[in-house]
């Protein structure tokens, strides 16, 4: 089992940042993929980035690209997710997922085995 945390989530303005942190614990070494997804009131949830747990890649969705940026620490067992020139549109409840198979799709968020309980994040104009 992998517990996920979720932290750093809160009230900023549009054009500012926030830098939330995903800390995992349990069998981690089985992960493959730590992902970050989003959900808007009414919305359905989307991806939103992506990091490979050994490799390092990342993907990102294009609403963020050259906004956020998916980082991780290793030796904390956490990722982290960056964001930057924030708009009200990015207004939702974000969540870190882990899924511990390696798949060419890191977008699908069905198959991440597990998630963490979702930290508000909250863009004001």
């Known amino acids: 089992q992998v517990q996920l945390v979720e932290s750093g989530g809160g009230l900023v303005q549009a054009g500012g940042s926030l830098k939330l942190s995903c800390a995992a614990s349990g069998r981690t070494f089985r992960l493959s993929t730590m992902g970050w997804f989003r959900q808007a009131p009414g919305k359905e949830r989307e991806f939103v980035a992506a990091i490979r747990w050994s490799g390092g890649s990342t993907d990102y969705a294009d609403s963020v690209k050259g906004r956020f940026t998916i980082s991780r620490d290793n030796a904390k067992n956490t990722r982290y997710l960056q964001m930057n020139s924030l708009k009200p549109e990015d207004t939702a409840v974000y969540f870190c997922?882990?899924?511990?198979?390696?798949?060419?799709?890191?977008?699908?968020?069905?198959?991440?085995?597990?998630w963490g309980q979702g930290t508000q994040v909250t863009v004001s104009s």
């Open positions: 997922a882990a899924d511990s198979h390696w798949r060419i799709s890191t977008r699908n968020g069905v198959v991440y085995d597990y």
